[in-house]
Structures are given as structure tokens and as C-alpha cells.
């Protein structure tokens, strides 16, 4: 994947249950796959996302976290949430945090009006043009 490209971070949350995730995850990829969504690789400890406390993700890191590139596309953004809702809504335990730099939403199969507007808002930002890295060129 370019370092260019929008990169969504993927991530199955289980409780703290290493197996059911890495099982979940790899059904999520596949059902992306499956819809035609955009691609999607495991993410590698060097790529992933620092964990909830601060440090690189592991082993664990390359089969409980999925990076989707150019998710962040109109419409493609619009679809992968719905893709994942869709997902989400065969077990009403399941939820995917999605990950975009320094913002996330968390996604579930039955969201309320609140997760709704939140997924809206996320969209929204996503489709806004992104600032170049390091100021003006």
C-alpha cells in the first residue's frame, strides 16, 4: 500500500479474546472480499496502529487488524460502513473499530441515532481533502 494513499485501520474488537478475533477478522476480510470492497491486507506490526496503551501491536497486530487503502473515497467510504454494518448486524456482539489517523469510530450491526450521526460526521471528514504533511510545499 502507498504511504499516499488513505489508509483505514481495521479492528475486530473481541473482549480480549485473541482467537475469536483473529477468526473474525479473517471472516470480515473475506466478506469484504466477497462484496468487492476495496482491498484489504493484515497489517503488520510496523504498520499497525499504537494499541489503546500506547505501544505497537505484535504478532497479534498481523491477523486482528485489516489496513482497507483508499477507503476514504467517495463513495467507497460510504459502502465499507455499510459493508461493516452489515457484517456487524449477524451477531449483535460484533463491532469494528475503524481507524483513520487520530480519529476512530467504533461500528456495530444495530447502531442508535447518536452512533448513526457519529458514523455521518467521520463520512463527512473523511470526503473533505487532506492537508499536505508538514505544512505548505
Partial sequence: MSQEQPLWRLEVLADGDTLRQERLTRDLQDA????????????????GAPT????????V???????????AVR???RVLIELIKEWCAKDR??????TEGDRSITVTGRPDDAQERIIRAFLDHADEPAAPEGGQE
Fill in 93 to 98: 456482539h460484533r463491532k469494528v473499530e475503524i
Fill in 52 to 59: 489503546h496503551d500506547g505501544r505497537k501491536g505484535g504478532v
Fill in 61 to 71: 497486530s498481523e491477523i486482528t487488524a485489516l489496513g482497507v487503502a483508499a477507503a
Fill in 32 to 47: 469484504l472480499h466477497r462484496a468487492g470492497a476495496a482491498e484489504t491486507t493484515f497489517l503488520t506490526a510496523e504498520e
Fill in 75 to 77: 463513495p467507497a467510504s
